[in-house]
């Protein structure tokens, strides 16, 4: 399974941007949650977003929460995350993940797939 996580750029704050995650060799369909994390300079990888297969549940860091939406497109095999009202803030390397079962989701080791990331950059 390889995931590949594309969409990433140079914004304005309050921009949106959408970043998309393109999975090869699995179908999105079976995979038990995808979410996507970030990483800014020199902080550790943190959550932002997960979506529960089965029961179709979102959840999302409270600091994106009502700005960022996550989604999937089975047909596509591709996962998205919707940004909107970008802050300076949000400025991190984004990383799509997806895990084969579902339960907790916090944790980079509650996924077994990656993505290499991709870099958004929201200036003031």
């Known amino acids: 399974v390889q995931l590949q996580a594309y969409g990433g750029g140079l914004v304005q704050a309050g921009d949106s941007l959408r970043l998309a995650c393109a999975v090869s060799?699995?179908?999105?369909?079976?995979?038990?949650?995808v979410g996507w994390f970030r990483q800014a300079p020199g902080k550790e990888r943190e959550f932002v977003a997960t979506?529960?297969?089965?029961?179709?549940?979102?959840y999302y860091s409270e600091a994106v929460k009502g700005r960022f939406t996550i989604s999937r497109d089975n047909a596509k095999n591709t996962v998205y995350l919707q940004m909107s009202s970008l802050k300076p803030e949000d400025t991190a390397v984004y990383y799509c993940?997806?895990?084969?079962?579902?339960?907790?989701?916090?944790?980079?080791?509650?996924?077994?797939?990656w993505g290499q990331g991709t870099q958004v950059t929201v200036s003031s």
């Open positions: 979506n529960r297969l089965r029961s179709d549940s979102t």
């Open positions: 060799g699995g179908l999105v369909s079976t995979f038990g949650k």
């Open positions: 993940a997806a895990g084969r079962y579902s339960g907790a989701y916090l944790y980079m080791s509650d996924y077994n797939y």
